[in-house]
């Protein structure tokens, strides 16, 4: 049974940073692909970041890019987003989510495990 534990959501200003960080259960390198991805009320869950754990390519969805950052610690089991110059826009509930590595790496529906999310809130 694989766990997916969120952590290092909270409330900041617009233009702060914060990190967060997902903890595996086993190490990330059994999954082909770990993403990042938000929720905001109303609407859609959307795809912010993702990284092929072996090779360490990344994707970042356009409304992030330049200012997100996904990286892996396999010796943590760990998966990070650091984020920087937060938005309003950017409050959400964000999710990371593993899998083999089949589908678009930000569509949500490529991903079969998931954690239970932690809120973040840009004011």
């Known amino acids: 049974h694989v766990q997916l534990v969120e952590s290092g959501g909270g409330s900041v200003q617009a233009g702060g940073s914060l990190t967060l960080s997902c903890a595996f259960s086993r190490s990330p390198l059994h999954f082909g692909r770990v993403g990042w991805f938000r929720q905001a009320p109303g609407k859609n869950r959307e795809g912010v970041a993702a990284v092929h754990t072996a090779g360490r390519s990344t994707v970042y969805a356009d409304s992030v890019q330049g200012r997100f950052t996904i990286s892996q610690d396999n010796t943590k089991n760990a998966v990070y987003l650091q984020m920087n110059d937060l938005k309003p826009d950017g409050t959400a509930m964000y999710f990371c989510?593993?899998?083999?590595?089949?589908?678009?790496?930000?569509?949500?529906?490529?991903?079969?495990?998931w954690g239970q999310g932690t809120q973040v809130t840009v004011s």
């Open positions: 989510a593993a899998d083999i590595g089949l589908g678009r790496w930000l569509d949500s529906q490529s991903y079969n495990y």
